[in-house]
């Protein structure tokens, strides 16, 4: 079985920062390709934020570029969110998503359960 748990959401100003951090475990894991995070605001659908390669080559949603930055430790199988001048309007629950190729099974998607990202002064 895969565990995908993030952490470091909360309550933050605007112009503040927050560090998720999503970490994948499991004992069956052969290899983790792309990586990423994700965000669903109250009444929005779920829209993609940021992506990394195994490589580290990364996209960001434009509503983010310069602000927030992906990166991930490829040994600890995890991944990084640095939110740096956060507006109330990056206020939602932030998932990560994995695609993991797991021994004997094949590449899937796995989902960690979501972490509460509010912005408010």
């Known amino acids: 079985q895969v565990q995908v748990v993030e952490s470091g959401g909360g309550l933050v100003q605007p112009g503040g920062s927050l560090r998720l951090s999503c970490a994948a475990s499991?004992?069956?894991?052969?290899?983790?390709?792309?990586m990423g995070w994700y965000r669903q605001a109250p009444g929005k659908q779920r829209e993609l934020v940021a992506g990394?390669?195994?490589?580290?080559?990364?996209n960001y949603a434009d509503s983010v570029k310069g602000r927030f930055t992906i990166s991930r430790d490829n040994a600890k199988n995890t991944v990084y969110l640095q939110m740096n001048s956060l507006k109330p309007e990056d206020t939602a629950v932030y998932y990560c998503?994995?695609?993991?190729?797991?021994?004997?099974?094949?590449?899937?998607?796995?989902w960690g359960q979501g972490t509460q990202v509010t912005v408010s002064s």
């Open positions: 998503n994995a695609v993991i190729t797991i021994f004997a099974m094949g590449a899937g998607d796995y």
């Open positions: 499991s004992r069956r894991i052969f290899s983790i390709s792309a």
């Open positions: 990394i390669t195994s490589g580290g080559s990364t």
